[in-house]
């Protein structure tokens, strides 16, 4: 069982910036692919980006590309969700998963294992 806990949500006003982290104290976390979700209240959840096991196939939804940088330290066990430029529609729980292979997509099902999601709130 491969845990993965998200931290660095909070309120923010639009045009703000925040930084997610995800990290898991497993020792296979290089074997995964991992992405971000969000889900707004009353919606679907939907991807936001992804980064392959290796660092690469890096992807993101069209909505935040050219605001939100994924990046991950293998070192460390941790992906990150640099995010700026924040707009009110942001405002979601965002959750971090890692999928069991060289990438995983924008596809749920690709994905093993899912974090508990932390609130971003961004503030007109």
């Known amino acids: 069982q491969v845990q993965f806990i998200e931290s660095g949500g909070g309120l923010v006003q639009a045009g703000g910036s925040l930084r997610l982290s995800c990290a898991t104290s497993g020792r296979t976390f290089s074997n995964y692919a991992m992405g971000w979700f969000r889900q707004a209240r009353g919606k679907e959840r939907e991807f936001v980006a992804h980064i392959g096991r290796t660092g690469g196939w890096i992807y993101y939804t069209d909505s935040v590309k050219g605001r939100f940088t994924i990046s991950r330290d293998n070192a460390k066990n941790t992906v990150d969700l640099q995010m700026n430029s924040l707009k009110p529609e942001g405002t979601a729980v965002y959750y971090c998963?890692?999928?069991?292979?060289?990438?995983?997509?924008?596809?749920?099902?690709?994905?093993?294992?899912w974090g508990q999601g932390t609130q971003v709130t961004v503030s007109s």
């Open positions: 998963a890692g999928g069991n292979r060289l990438s995983a997509g924008t596809e749920e099902v690709r994905y093993d294992y």
